[in-house]
């Protein structure tokens, strides 16, 4: 059974970096979507980046483009997420998340991904 293990996040300072982790076990799937997504206190689940296994451009959503990026590295099954210039609104739970390519609904759509990692907060302040 697939699964997600995720590492990184914790405090930092506005305008700060911090890079997310998330290992695919046994492995990345060939042919799927793996995402990032966030929740802060009383928001909903928000999806903010997405890359294919397969290859082909990532998607981003607007809140964090041109600040956070998504890369994947086959050799270590790992899907990383560059975060910078972080700002208080970045603050909440981070989740990776895996779905099999060609699934339909839009690829940052959390109820389209079937295997979560169990989350790590990162919280900025100022």
């Known amino acids: 059974q697939a699964q997600l293990v995720q590492s990184g996040g914790g405090s930092v300072q506005v305008g700060g970096s911090v890079r997310l982790s998330c290992v695919a076990s046994p492995s990345i799937y060939v042919d799927a979507s793996i995402a990032w997504f966030r929740q802060g206190r009383g928001l909903e689940r928000e999806g903010i980046a997405s890359i294919y296994t397969a290859g082909g451009p990532p998607h981003y959503s607007s809140s964090i483009q041109g600040r956070f990026t998504i890369s994947l590295d086959h050799a270590k099954n790992t899907v990383f997420l560059q975060m910078n210039d972080l700002q208080p609104e970045d603050t909440g739970m981070y989740y990776c998340?895996?779905?099999?390519?060609?699934?339909?609904?839009?690829?940052?759509?959390?109820?389209?991904?079937?295997?979560w990692g169990r989350g790590t907060q990162v919280t900025v302040s100022s």
């Open positions: 998340a895996q779905r099999p390519q060609g699934r339909a609904g839009w690829v940052l759509a959390p109820h389209t991904y079937d295997v």
